[in-house]
């Protein structure tokens, strides 16, 4: 089946530091990637969605400056938390969904964010 | 917020039970997916339903969907304790939309 490699899958800095987390589609295009962030013990939320080649489209309360988003070819996205802060700490999780539309999204492991 | 809602939202059974979770959502949809995510992990795809089929079994799993009440079922029979997870249903409208999960309903299931 499809596979979605997210990495890395656990990240420990200090304070002030910019993290960057990788999402790739191993085995199909992606044309769409959407990165979560989920909280302990909660669902996930969406955070953006992105589509290859164009700017990434943000959900209300998420901040762009923040959290960047590049979806620079079908196979990669890359979601970079700058100056991250202990607030940043969450798990973000990313997916990927192929040029069927009706197709289920892909999802990877997932990555542990905590901030010292 | 356009998220569903999932019951119950904990659940703890005895190995060899059934155990079923609702779900309900707001909008119209393409199609509705259920994930298992076992503590700290990413999501596991279990099932995918269209929105023009009524029932999928996939296992020991069993989805219903009734897109006039807007809400969803997943029953798993005879559960196991590797069954211990959460589950999250997800509703996507396809295409670019986004796809949204419910809250989850965490299950135990007691060897």
């Known amino acids: 089946g499809a596979v979605v490699s997210q990495h890395p899958s656990w990240v420990i800095c200090k304070s002030g530091t910019s993290v960057k987390i990788e999402c790739r589609s191993l085995d199909f295009q992606a044309t769409t990637m959407f990165w979560y962030r989920q909280f302990p013990k909660q669902s996930l939320m969406l955070m953006a969605t992105?589509?290859?080649?164009?700017?990434?489209?943000?959900e209300q309360g998420v901040e762009k400056d923040k959290f960047l988003i590049n979806h620079a070819s079908l196979t990669l996205s890359t979601l970079t938390v700058t100056s991250a802060h202990p607030e940043d700490s969450s798990f973000y999780i990313c997916?990927?969904?192929?040029?069927?539309?009706?197709?289920?999204?892909?999802f990877g492991d997932g990555t542990r964010l905590s901030i010292l | 917020s356009q998220q569903g809602e999932e019951d119950p939202q904990a659940l703890s059974i005895q190995e060899g039970e059934n155990a079923t979770m609702n779900c309900s959502y707001k909008?119209?949809?393409?199609?509705l997916q259920w994930y298992r995510q076992n503590s700290g992990r990413g999501l596991v795809h279990l099932i995918l339903?269209?929105?023009?089929?009524r029932e999928k079994h996939s296992g020991r799993l069993r989805v219903t969907l009734d897109t006039s009440k807007k809400s969803s079922s997943l029953l798993i029979t005879a559960s196991r304790a590797a069954d211990t997870a959460s589950y999250f249903c997800?509703?996507?409208?396809?295409?670019?939309?986004?796809?949204?999960f419910g809250t989850g309903t965490k299950l135990q299931v007691i060897p």
């Open positions: 997800a509703t996507d409208a396809g295409g670019y939309q986004k796809v949204t």
């Open positions: 909008t119209s949809i393409n199609n």
């Open positions: 992105s589509n290859e080649g164009s700017k990434a489209t943000y």
């Open positions: 997916s990927a969904r192929g040029q069927i539309s009706n197709q289920p999204q892909h």
């Open positions: 339903i269209r929105s023009n089929e």
